[in-house]
């Protein structure tokens, strides 16, 4: 019994590959170059354990599913035929329940995370099954098995921050382009039994051109990385290690072009797992070796990242990330529509024409909000909240439906700043239309930005970049002594691209645009930014407003207000109010800046 006993031990350790532990390196590498980097380079032991652990067993259990997928082809290859299932060492019930226990344990980790990352993971268990059955669809089961390594990448980004953000989106085309080499290097040795069964396999696909297929995805690998670095400011040992890295591959695609044995295939497919440490490692000290501290975290269903330098004597990066996260939650708790029982949301359930008390800080928002649609003659309206659920971009359930003219004629009835008044002192806010629903979402953000400056001022921290969602405010100076820089981007649905840079210091800036953000109702698109006054989306072609002001919650507000009145009328009121602003225009010639002359001076003219 004994001897039955270990000799099923061994079967399921082989079956779960537990004696070459190479594939999981490869699946965990890209999920700590993701988990680091969103941290800032100081993850917490709870994530690292989740991801460490996650990558061994979702790597076992992708070992079990294409065993037991590939039990018949498995026994025509000599490389796989000893394998516990062709080889009878286990029943396929047996490795089935191996399986359960696996994903009954990634189940548990996943159960840890947010919901964005449990969708993630979802996903993740969806690709893995898929993975075993690409090589009888496809010509280059590769690419697959690069998505569902990928994924991992995707996931802890969400985890640490809530959302996706483009530095994650490089991280994972990098993991499918370098999954696509290495996984091609390992299909050489298998190729002449490919060929035989009948399986897709990129090494057949690409044939004696296979060299110049792994140099195309190796170079898209370190390209995909080098942006990251450059977007995350990460320090040179990165980059030395990117150099380093590159050299190897480039050594291994001569290797390749000259010709592998099965033996040499294999050897340089494992020393894929030391390239993907390098990586790690260079990531790390990039990004601990100076006095830069980032925190980062989910907040106002989006993300914030708060970068600084240095950490002052007394004060303890997990302090500060604490009292950041306190002060988010509490302006949350306040302002959120998505919050049943915030105080925003008691004061818009509240239908009553009387005086009703509030904390000053919704007070100040409020008050923010009401100068700001003085500015913009409307065009800025926090009373808007009802529109924005008919047209279904609020916490109301979605709607496909494009709401007619009656609907919002109704809605408008309960829509107007004029219809909000305040009291100073005490705080008090009264509506004369008892149905008025305030939205603070173009102007909270902005607030909350504002507010962790503050915080950053008052314990002596003079070098700062708070970013929430977006919206920014900078201090001081970079690590390097240089002016933070912002990039305001072209405003392109679904490329990130450069449109210039703009020096900022002591100083917030904030970005509308209708590129992105919008909805597709009977084939039409409508933008998410609505007219106060028309009660619909706005129709004209200014793209996106960039606003610099002293105030996050100010500049914030804006380029809101900005964006309802278009190219024409919001540069005249930008320049009346004195606001330095920048618009982008579409013409049929492409694209026109225009700026206020109070923000030439922040454009670099040379």
């Not at 705080?427 to 953000?445: M, Q, T």
Request: glycine share 8%; charged share 20%; aromatic share 8%.
């Amino acid at each position: 019994m004994a001897v039955s006993l270990t000799s099923k031990m061994q079967a399921i350790a082989d079956l779960i590959r537990l004696q070459n532990q190479s594939g999981t390196v490869l699946l965990m590498m890209p999920c700590l170059w993701s988990l680091v980097l969103a941290s800032g380079g100081q993850p917490t032991f709870l994530m690292l354990a989740i991801f460490v652990i996650g990558a061994f067993v979702m790597r076992s259990a992708g070992c079990v599913i294409n065993d037991l997928v590939d039990q018949d082809i498995d026994r025509e290859v000599e490389r796989t035929r000893h394998r516990p299932l062709p080889s009878g060492r286990l029943s396929r019930t047996e490795a089935g329940l191996v399986l359960l226990v696996l994903l009954a344990v990634a189940a548990l980790l996943l159960a840890m995370l947010n919901v964005v990352t449990l969708l993630l993971g979802l996903g993740a268990v969806v690709l893995v099954v898929l993975y075993p059955f690409a090589k009888r669809i496809i010509a280059m089961p590769q690419a697959v098995l690069g998505i569902a390594f990928g994924w991992g990448v995707l996931m802890a980004w969400a985890a640490v921050r809530g959302t996706l953000e483009l530095p994650a989106i490089l991280i994972f085309f990098a993991t499918v382009f370098w999954a696509i080499g290495y996984d091609t290097i390992y299909a050489i040795q298998d190729q002449e039994d490919d060929r035989r069964i009948g399986v897709g396999s990129s090494a057949l696909l690409f044939g004696r051109f296979t060299w110049l297929a792994i140099a195309l995805v190796f170079s898209g690998m370190i390209a995909c990385l080098a942006s990251v670095g450059f977007i995350g400011q990460v320090g040179n040992w990165y980059t030395v290690a990117l150099v380093l890295v590159s050299f190897v591959m480039a050594v291994q695609v001569a290797m390749i072009r000259r010709g592998l044995n099965r033996r040499e295939a294999f050897d340089m497919f494992r020393s894929h797992a030391g390239i993907g440490v390098a990586i790690l490692i260079g990531l790390v000290i990039g990004l601990i070796g100076d006095s830069t501290v980032r925190v980062t975290g989910p907040t106002m269903g989006t993300s914030y990242a708060v970068t600084l330098h240095p950490l002052p004597e007394g004060i303890e990066r997990d302090a500060l990330q604490t009292e950041i996260d306190r002060i988010l939650v509490r302006i949350n708790n306040r302002m959120s529509t998505y919050q049943e029982h915030s105080e925003l949301s008691r004061f818009n359930q509240n239908q009553t024409i009387e005086w009703v008390d509030v904390s000053a800080e919704l007070f100040t928002v409020v008050d923010a909000a009401v100068h700001v649609s003085r500015m913009t003659h409307g065009a800025f309206d926090a009373t808007v909240g009802w529109l924005v659920n008919l047209w279904g971009f609020g916490p109301s359930i979605p709607t496909t439906i494009v709401p007619s003219d009656t609907a919002i004629s109704e809605v408008m009835r309960a829509t107007g700043y004029e219809h909000l008044h305040l009291n100073p002192s005490p705080p008090a806010l009264r509506k004369d239309v008892p149905e008025l629903y305030v939205d603070l979402s173009g102007i909270a953000k902005g607030y909350a930005v504002d507010h962790i400056a503050e915080y950053l001022d008052s314990v002596g921290i003079e070098n700062y970049l708070v970013e929430i969602g977006g919206e920014l405010r900078a201090n001081g100076k970079r690590q390097n002594g240089m002016t933070w820089e912002v990039v305001i981007e072209r405003p392109t649905p679904l490329v990130r691209e450069k449109h210039r840079a703009i020096k900022l210091r002591n100083r917030a800036i904030a970005t509308s645009g209708n590129y992105r953000n919008y909805i597709e109702r009977d084939g039409k698109r409508f933008s998410h930014i609505l007219n106060p006054n028309t009660g619909k989306p706005i129709t004209h072609n200014l793209a996106s407003v960039t606003v610099i002001r002293s105030s996050s919650m100010e500049a914030d507000a804006l380029a809101t207000g900005l964006m309802v009145l278009g190219p024409d009328a919001g540069y005249d009121v930008a320049v009346k109010e004195d606001v330095a602003a920048l618009f982008l225009v579409k013409h049929e010639d492409g694209l026109h800046e225009i700026v206020t002359p109070a923000l030439d001076r922040y454009l670099d003219r040379k």
